[in-house]
């Protein structure tokens, strides 16, 4: 699952990062404000949402995401009940905010802390082809 804004570069950035490592994973996207005034409230919403599915309909893992800004654009990721909302999530929760030196509530909450948007897509799936080749190497090694 994806809570991100779709106008976002890292809305972008993450598909085309999981797409080179796996492509084909499915994503369900719920477009979210990811700063302002409804950014709190549609993040809030979006785990609502992600949570409440029925068991076999969730994802495997829900990845909240923006790109950097200043500490102002940052706000609804340091938001308390936003930061609540990725602690008491059921589905385990990256959050890929900002840029590396970039750090948000969020981030303490989460299961796993990714430091950019494309480092979240990075640690949501493996590199196809490092498994393709550890596959074919141990392939080799059975019929040696």
């Given at each position: 699952?994806?809570?991100?804004?779709?106008?976002a570069a890292a809305?972008?950035d993450f598909l085309?990062?999981?797409n080179n490592r796996?492509?084909?994973?499915?994503?369900?996207?719920?477009?979210?404000?990811?700063?302002?005034?409804?950014?709190?409230?549609?993040?809030?919403?979006?785990?609502?949402?992600?949570?409440?599915?029925?068991?076999?309909?969730?994802?495997?893992?829900?990845?909240?995401?923006?790109?950097?800004?200043?500490?102002?654009?940052?706000?609804?990721?340091?938001?308390?009940?936003?930061?609540?909302?990725?602690?008491?999530?059921?589905?385990?929760?990256?959050?890929?905010?900002?840029?590396?030196?970039?750090?948000?509530?969020?981030?303490?909450?989460?299961?796993?802390?990714?430091?950019?948007?494309?480092?979240?897509?990075?640690?949501?799936?493996?590199?196809?082809?490092?498994?393709?080749?550890?596959?074919?190497?141990?392939?080799?090694?059975?019929?040696?």
């Amino acid at each position: 699952g994806l809570i991100t804004s779709s106008e976002a570069a890292a809305y972008g950035d993450f598909l085309r990062i999981l797409n080179n490592r796996w492509s084909g994973a499915v994503v369900v996207h719920i477009p979210v404000h990811v700063q302002g005034q409804h950014a709190v409230t549609e993040i809030l919403s979006a785990f609502d949402q992600m949570n409440t599915l029925p068991t076999d309909q969730r994802p495997e893992v829900l990845v909240l995401t923006r790109g950097g800004g200043s500490l102002e654009d940052l706000h609804a990721f340091n938001s308390e009940a936003v930061a609540r909302a990725v602690y008491k999530s059921v589905i385990p929760v990256v959050v890929g905010v900002g840029h590396e030196r970039d750090e948000s509530l969020c981030d303490f909450t989460a299961d796993v802390r990714a430091s950019t948007p494309s480092n979240a897509a990075e640690r949501v799936v493996p590199d196809k082809n490092a498994i393709e080749a550890m596959l074919a190497m141990s392939t080799e090694r059975m019929h040696d």
